[in-house]
């Protein structure tokens, strides 16, 4: 099956400022992917390209078979879905009033307009100005506009950053349901918590530079970052750890130690500890995105991959 | 095409609803009224005292709001929506730059064409009614001239300010430009002209010419020509006496000044980065 987007080599200059730099990446259909980094880091930048907003200064990209700036661009923009960062829907005109005109540009029949609007939950709003929506109403009306037409490709630029929890939920929710439809979803973030469980893969960008690629396993094998075991249990323990494996650190709460282990020490550890009588616990707390971005984006030039 | 009609009535509902059309009717119907009433104010008395009088008043009038109300209009058209991201956003969708440039045209269009006519019309049928002594005839002829080259002068610029808004990142600088672009053509383009014709006091036939480099100036132009009685009041504009300066002629070159400003959008709004 052909892949829904195909970055070969693509770089993108702003006079002599790079933009991104020799990107290659291939995502297919159905697939969650994560763009992480900086602001600057050439995120905005990717989904332009991918949107055919603008075109690469070298490489190719393809969109559905198709470059997105070419002739095809009309027929790709119905099958995709585009939530820009800090969007300022028409104040004057209601919620309702701004999904059904846009639903018109976008040529779709304007049935779906109503339920839309229940579906991101602002069906008590939808006769209200977007003058008096708040923060979060907004982006849920943006959200609604992208989901105009069913795209196939989702596009969502820091979608979350701004929203309260219960909007947060929702909106992971939601990108849930579109990958149980199939649709290809990419989604940029400086938000990193709670955003794990519904990734397929992460594009860690730097500068314009590619730092890391990959799904949450393949990353925390390349960061090779510590493992966290969180270890309860009488004071016995203190010895039980000093003869067993090394540790990078321990810490001690009370009737806990939080150790940071080499994970491939993972199991001479748990070996070690779970032969005595004087564990009562053991939890093991692998790396988690945030980390393992901070790890790449800390030293972005000695991690470099291309 | 849809497309375009799609965005014309959004722009034109949002006309309404703000109340521009409103607004630009009734200070047009208002100030035409007031005008043609006390237009016999300065010889000491009230009442309406002639068609001549009043046409020039009124053309005079339309000359300094008619394109400042364009160019508030239509100032943030582009850069506006730049502003609140929609424009971004519109881009993404399967429709064109041009697309969506001339269907706003449309739209603004529209909605000074209808306070045009609407203020316009109100202040003639008022002088119809109210005033004796009036050749209806030639009232009729007058306001339709009044109202279609106002029309054709919001129009022209309608263009610039969408020239403005496509070659500028922030509002506050487009309207700024939008009141210089004001300035220069209502203001400092005749004074200039004033200055060169009292400077060349032999020669200067090509200065007439010169008055259809302003589209306020044909403006003028179109609506005095047209009346005999109105050449005592046409003041600079009475140096242009020739068959180029026919309404015909005139009109043309305003259609002129609203295709070339507008085309000039259009290209800079395709080549516009994002």
Same mark, same amino acid.
């Given at each position: 099956?052909?892949?829904?987007?195909?970055?070969?080599?693509? #770089? +993108?200059?702003?006079? +002599?400022?790079?933009?991104? +730099?020799?990107?290659?990446? /291939?995502?297919?259909?159905?697939?969650?992917?994560?763009?992480? &980094?900086?602001?600057?880091?050439?995120?905005?930048?990717?989904?332009?390209?991918?949107?055919?907003?603008?075109?690469?200064?070298?490489?190719?990209?393809?969109?559905?078979?198709?470059?997105?700036?070419?002739?095809?661009?009309?027929?790709?923009?119905?099958?995709?879905?585009?939530?820009?960062?800090?969007?300022?829907?028409?104040?004057?005109?209601? &919620?309702?009033?701004?999904?059904?005109?846009?639903?018109?540009?976008? &040529?779709?029949?304007?049935?779906?307009? #109503?339920?839309?609007?229940?579906?991101?939950?602002?069906?008590?709003?939808?006769?209200?100005?977007?003058? /008096?929506?708040? +923060?979060?109403?907004?982006?849920?009306?943006?959200?609604?506009?992208?989901?105009?037409?069913?795209?196939?490709?989702?596009?969502?630029?820091?979608?979350?950053?701004?929203?309260?929890?219960?909007?947060?939920?929702?909106?992971?929710? /939601?990108?849930?349901?579109?990958?149980?439809?199939?649709?290809?979803?990419?989604?940029?973030?400086?938000?990193?918590?709670?955003?794990?469980?519904?990734?397929?893969?992460?594009?860690?960008?730097?500068? &314009?530079?590619?730092?890391?690629?990959?799904?949450?396993?393949?990353?925390?094998?390349?960061?090779?970052?510590?493992?966290?075991?969180?270890?309860?249990?009488? #004071?016995?323990?203190?010895?039980?750890?000093?003869?067993?494996?090394? /540790?990078?650190?321990?810490?001690?709460?009370?009737?806990?130690?939080?150790?940071?282990?080499?994970?491939?020490?993972?199991?001479?550890?748990?070996?070690?500890?779970?032969?005595?009588?004087?564990?009562?616990?053991?939890?093991?707390?692998?790396?988690?995105?945030?980390?393992?971005?901070?790890?790449?984006?800390?030293?972005?030039?000695?991690?470099?991959?291309? | 095409?849809?497309?375009?009609? !799609? $965005?014309?009535?959004?722009?034109?509902?949002?006309?309404?609803?703000?109340?521009?059309?409103?607004?630009? !009717?009734?200070?047009?119907?208002?100030?035409?009224?007031? %005008?043609?009433?006390?237009?016999?104010?300065?010889? @000491?008395?009230?009442?309406?005292?002639?068609?001549?009088?009043?046409?020039?008043?009124?053309?005079?009038?339309?000359?300094?709001? %008619?394109?400042?109300? =364009?160019?508030?209009?239509?100032?943030?058209?582009?850069?506006?929506?730049?502003?609140?991201? !929609?424009?971004?956003?519109?881009?993404?969708?399967?429709?064109?730059?041009?697309?969506?440039?001339?269907?706003?045209?449309?739209?603004?269009?529209?909605?000074?064409?209808?306070?045009? !006519?609407?203020?316009?019309?109100?202040?003639?049928?008022?002088?119809?009614? @109210?005033?004796?002594?009036?050749?209806?005839?030639?009232?009729?002829?007058?306001?339709?001239?009044?109202?279609?080259?106002?029309?054709?002068?919001?129009?022209?610029?309608?263009?610039?300010?969408?020239? $403005?808004?496509?070659?500028?990142?922030?509002?506050?600088?487009?309207?700024?430009?939008?009141?210089?672009?004001?300035?220069?053509?209502?203001?400092?383009?005749?004074?200039?002209?004033?200055?060169?014709?009292?400077?060349?006091?032999?020669?200067?036939?090509?200065?007439?010419?010169?008055?259809?480099?302003?589209?306020?100036?044909?403006?003028?132009?179109?609506?005095?020509?047209?009346?005999? =009685?109105?050449?005592?009041?046409?003041?600079?504009?009475? $140096?242009?006496?020739?068959?180029?300066?026919?309404?015909?002629?005139?009109?043309?070159?305003?259609?002129?000044? $609203?295709?070339?400003?507008?085309?000039? =959008?259009?290209?800079?709004?395709?080549?516009?980065?994002?």
């Amino acid at each position: 099956m052909k892949p829904v987007i195909c970055f070969d080599q693509v #770089s +993108k200059y702003y006079g +002599k400022m790079a933009s991104l +730099k020799d990107i290659n990446l /291939t995502i297919q259909a159905g697939e969650v992917l994560a763009l992480l &980094g900086h602001n600057g880091a050439g995120k905005t930048t990717a989904m332009k390209l991918i949107l055919g907003l603008i075109a690469p200064t070298r490489g190719s990209i393809r969109v559905f078979d198709a470059a997105p700036h070419g002739v095809a661009a009309d027929r790709l923009r119905r099958q995709v879905g585009f939530l820009p960062e800090n969007v300022h829907f028409y104040d004057q005109l209601s &919620g309702l009033e701004v999904l059904d005109y846009l639903a018109r540009l976008k &040529g779709i029949n304007r049935q779906q307009v #109503s339920s839309l609007i229940e579906q991101v939950g602002l069906g008590s709003a939808a006769n209200r100005r977007v003058k /008096t929506y708040s +923060k979060g109403m907004r982006q849920r009306l943006g959200l609604a506009q992208a989901l105009l037409g069913k795209p196939k490709l989702m596009l969502l630029d820091e979608a979350t950053t701004g929203l309260d929890p219960a909007a947060t939920r929702d909106f992971y929710s /939601t990108i849930n349901n579109l990958r149980q439809q199939g649709c290809t979803v990419l989604l940029s973030s400086h938000i990193l918590s709670g955003i794990e469980p519904y990734l397929d893969r992460a594009l860690i960008l730097g500068q &314009g530079h590619c730092l890391a690629l990959g799904n949450l396993d393949q990353l925390r094998q390349q960061t090779n970052l510590p493992l966290t075991v969180r270890v309860t249990g009488s #004071s016995h323990v203190s010895q039980l750890i000093a003869t067993g494996p090394p /540790t990078e650190s321990c810490s001690q709460e009370a009737n806990v130690w939080n150790l940071a282990i080499n994970p491939a020490d993972k199991m001479a550890l748990l070996r070690h500890l779970s032969n005595s009588s004087e564990v009562t616990n053991i939890e093991l707390l692998p790396p988690g995105l945030e980390q393992i971005y901070h790890h790449y984006s800390a030293n972005p030039l000695t991690t470099e991959v291309s | 095409m849809r497309t375009i009609i !799609t $965005i014309a009535g959004k722009e034109f509902r949002d006309g309404l609803r703000n109340r521009w059309v409103l607004a630009i !009717t009734v200070v047009l119907a208002v100030l035409a009224v007031g %005008i043609a009433y006390f237009g016999a104010a300065a010889s @000491g008395g009230l009442g309406f005292t002639s068609l001549a009088t009043t046409i020039v008043s009124l053309a005079t009038l339309a000359v300094v709001l %008619i394109p400042l109300i =364009a160019l508030l209009l239509a100032y943030d058209a582009i850069v506006g929506e730049q502003e609140s991201g !929609t424009l971004l956003l519109l881009l993404t969708y399967p429709l064109s730059r041009s697309t969506l440039l001339l269907g706003k045209f449309l739209g603004h269009g529209l909605i000074l064409g209808v306070a045009i !006519t609407l203020g316009f019309g109100i202040a003639g049928v008022v002088i119809a009614v @109210g005033a004796e002594n009036v050749n209806l005839y030639q009232l009729a002829v007058s306001m339709v001239r009044l109202i279609v080259s106002s029309l054709l002068l919001g129009w022209v610029f309608i263009a610039m300010a969408y020239l $403005i808004s496509v070659s500028v990142a922030e509002k506050a600088r487009a309207a700024g430009l939008a009141l210089i672009v004001w300035f220069i053509f209502v203001l400092v383009f005749d004074l200039a002209l004033l200055a060169l014709l009292v400077g060349s006091q032999q020669g200067g036939d090509w200065l007439p010419y010169l008055l259809l480099l302003n589209p306020t100036d044909c403006f003028r132009l179109i609506n005095l020509t047209g009346l005999e =009685a109105a050449q005592a009041f046409s003041g600079l504009t009475s $140096i242009a006496r020739n068959s180029a300066f026919q309404p015909g002629w005139l009109m043309l070159i305003l259609l002129v000044w $609203i295709v070339v400003p507008l085309s000039l =959008a259009l290209l800079r709004f395709r080549r516009h980065s994002l």
